[in-house]
């Protein structure tokens, strides 16, 4: 996989340039389908928040932020120095750590897992995500979680609600009583909702449109319509405002027209919902004029740092194992082996669970070991070690001690004869493969992997079980 990403944030560019390559949902699965039809990109996810806009494209192309500009028809000259861009591991590094919660206004901010998550289920939408990008974006959005529920943030749970409700009792003190409307009702106005009105404040929430059963109304907040906003700003004390609208919900002709408006306003949108003219009537926060929570603790980011090391290493072996070079599937035979000679070398676990499985199908069982750990009184037990020539009229053979040196001479010998051989600790040496056995009535399957999974083998195995027993 080659990746290559490009991006600006919170931390390098300003809110007025960020909004312009701001993406709705919509936006995002548009410019996405763009994107991947270009030369040289195989997958491409566009991470877009309030605080930072990231393209990650596997492929060989042109640095990600001129796509995007192009894409949108920005201007590449003025947005060049605001974008920083990152190849291979120091791209897959930087997303994990974004999801962790590094890079974030506020260190350990949950928001942006489920904002990871959205990217990659958009991309997928939209048919841009490759298998690499996919991989990698999903265990991302494992080590936010672990970072999430594992680091111990000592200043609570941090998200852009909290700021915005701490922000609000900075400006006002308590807000037990305070009347405050929310415009917007998606997942970050009701999270600001929730936590005023949790807090003591008499909160309303905008409403566009509502539908029964599928609308979600924040736990003890009235509503209003949407288009009713702009009268229920007369004599409350403060507003939020957290929608994706293309265009402001409050402009400062709007605001004029409130005789009693409230003290404050809390802008969590990007693009901006409120016109920054209202600035010169209210006191008003952005984004970026809620400021900053601080770097956190050093335990703090050590700790998340090290869970995005650790998630970054999954992905580097899902890289391995989809460069290993594959391996023919096993051809699956049946035989019959009523009254045949099975010669089995060994009498540990191994060893015992094969006896178990041989007394299925009618065989003659000989086992020739020093200690046998499960006998059975239907097979032939030759008590010493195994000796060259003990596999003679076999019509298989089996080896499954705990002696390398043994395994290979079983092996060895078998091949000689032209008796097909079973080598536990080595399958390279296999000229058949012991299959995971399923039984039901009158049917028999047989389950075996390329031998890099046995776990997997297993799994399936007792699923075709389960399956088989409904059939009866």
């Excluded at 405002?241 to 990007?270: E, I, K, M, R, W």
């Excluded at 050590?302 to 096993?330: C, G, H, Y």
Aim: hydrophobic share 40%.
């Amino acid at each position: 996989m080659s990746l290559i990403m490009s991006g600006l944030d919170c931390h390098r560019a300003s809110l007025d340039l960020r909004q312009q390559l701001a993406f709705s949902r919509e936006g995002v699965e548009e410019i996405s389908r763009w994107l991947v039809r270009q030369p040289g990109v195989e997958g491409c996810v566009l991470l877009s928040t309030c605080n930072r806009t990231e393209l990650y494209i596997s492929g060989e192309t042109e640095e990600p932020w001129r796509l995007l500009c192009r894409g949108t028809q920005v201007s590449e000259e003025i947005m060049e120095p605001y974008f920083e861009t990152r190849t291979g591991e120091a791209a897959a590094r930087h997303l994990m750590e974004v999801a962790c919660g590094l890079h974030s206004q506020i260190l350990g901010e949950d928001q942006i897992i489920t904002q990871v998550r959205t990217a990659m289920e958009l991309a997928q939408k939209a048919g841009s995500a490759d298998p690499a990008l996919s991989a990698l974006f999903r265990l991302t959005v494992t080590a936010g979680k672990r970072a999430r529920t594992q680091v111990r943030i000592t200043r609570g749970i941090p998200s852009m609600g909290t700021r915005c409700r701490d922000i609000l009792i900075r400006e006002l003190g308590s807000l037990e009583g305070k009347k405050i409307l929310v415009i917007g009702n998606g997942q970050m106005g009701r999270l600001a909702a929730e936590l005023l009105q949790r807090a003591g404040a008499e909160v309303k929430v905008t409403l566009r449109t509502y539908r029964h059963g599928e609308t979600v109304i924040p736990t003890g907040c009235g509503t209003i319509p949407y288009e009713d906003r702009i009268a229920a700003l007369e004599g409350i004390d403060a507003l939020v405002s957290a929608t994706a609208s293309p265009n402001y919900t409050l402009t400062a002709q709007q605001l004029a027209s409130v005789s009693n408006p409230p003290a404050v306003a809390v802008d969590l949108a990007v693009p901006r919902d409120i016109d920054p003219e209202c600035a010169r009537r209210i006191r008003c926060f952005d984004t970026d004029s809620m400021g900053e929570e601080g770097p956190g603790s050093p335990e703090e980011v050590a700790a998340m740092q090290a869970i995005a090391d650790e998630e970054l290493e999954k992905f580097f072996r899902w890289q391995d194992r989809q460069t290993m070079p594959s391996q023919p599937l096993r051809f699956p035979l049946f035989l019959d082996l009523t009254g045949k000679k099975v010669v089995l070398v060994g009498g540990g676990t191994i060893a015992s669970r094969r006896i178990g499985t041989l007394r299925l199908f009618g065989c003659q069982i000989v086992v020739i070991a020093p200690e046998l750990k499960s006998r059975e009184e239907d097979i032939t037990w030759i008590r010493r070690p195994y000796e060259m020539g003990d596999l003679e009229g076999a019509y298989l053979a089996i080896a499954a001690t705990s002696d390398r040196q043994v395994n290979h001479q079983v092996g060895e010998e078998a091949h000689r004869l032209g008796i097909p051989v079973s080598v536990a600790d080595c399958e390279a040496e296999c000229s058949f493969y012991f299959p995971a056995i399923c039984l039901g009535e009158e049917l028999v399957a047989g389950v075996v992997s390329s031998g890099r999974d046995h776990n997997r083998t297993a799994r399936t195995a007792r699923e075709i079980r389960k399956l088989l027993e409904e059939m009866k």
